[in-house]
């Protein structure tokens, strides 16, 4: 079992929709947890950074964890055609190796106007 | 910099050519990473420099691979003897503090042929 587990899509959504992309993983040690946004042939950019449990809200964007499931999940509201790119999530362990990200395969996501 | 530069964007080589690649971050940004990227899978951790302190490369996939920093300037990413396998986007990131997320550049696509 892979450590971070992430459906790779492709996802095809209109434009308007409510997207929802999630994540599992399989380390409870990991407590640092990010979404990235990766367009074609760019670097990943970071979305949400969230420590430990919980709901964290940014315009459009909504990351939650649940730590107890081992589960998080990045929600956007009001697609858009700009939104259309590869998401990834990313997480870390806390101490001294909190450095290292684990990242999902990421997930192909498609806004169509 | 305003972001991470990376060059070059494209490297074609043949096999068993040795390659370097070369990152410039954030101008004060102490911590610097290198990530690859294979076709279909996730980032994979290279190693990571902090300031003057030794480097943690337990990402390194081989002797082939290795890379230098001086002080917090420049990084060089080189590869000898590569293999068809090293093709890949190999990224280049760097960052002030965990809390604030990496600033990734947009990576070198490495063919090896």
């Known amino acids: 079992q892979k450590e971070v587990e992430q459906d790779p899509g492709p996802l095809s959504v209109p434009e308007g929709a409510i997207v929802s992309l999630n994540c599992t993983y399989s380390?409870?040690?990991?407590?640092?947890f990010m979404w990235y946004r990766q367009y074609s042939r760019k670097g990943p950019e970071l979305l949400m950074y969230?420590?430990?449990?919980g709901n964290k809200e940014d315009g459009r964007f909504t990351a939650q964890v649940d730590k107890s499931s081992k589960y998080i999940s990045l929600f956007i509201r009001d697609s858009q055609p700009s939104d259309s790119a590869t998401y990834l999530c990313?997480?870390?362990?806390?101490?001294?190796?909190?450095?290292?990200?684990?990242f999902g395969k990421g997930t192909l996501l498609t806004v169509n106007p | 910099g305003a972001g991470v530069s990376q060059s070059p964007s494209n490297k074609v080589t043949e096999k068993g050519k040795d390659v370097e690649l070369r990152c410039d971050p954030i101008?004060?940004?102490?911590?610097l990473y290198w990530y690859r990227q294979r076709l279909g899978q996730g980032l994979e951790f290279l190693i990571y420099?902090?300031?003057?302190?030794?480097?943690?490369k337990s990402g390194l996939p081989s002797d082939r691979f290795s890379a230098e920093r001086t002080g917090e300037s420049v990084s060089t990413l080189t590869i000898q003897r590569t293999q068809q396998e090293d093709s890949a986007v190999y990224l280049c990131?760097?960052?002030?503090?965990?809390?604030?997320?990496?600033?990734f550049g947009s990576g070198t696509r490495l063919t090896v042929v």
């Open positions: 990131a760097s960052s002030s503090r965990l809390s604030s997320g990496y600033t």
């Open positions: 990313a997480m870390s362990a806390s101490g001294g190796s909190n450095y290292k990200l684990t």
């Open positions: 101008s004060g940004h102490t911590a």
């Open positions: 380390n409870s040690a990991f407590q640092y």
């Open positions: 969230t420590y430990s449990s």
């Open positions: 420099f902090q300031g003057n302190s030794a480097p943690d």
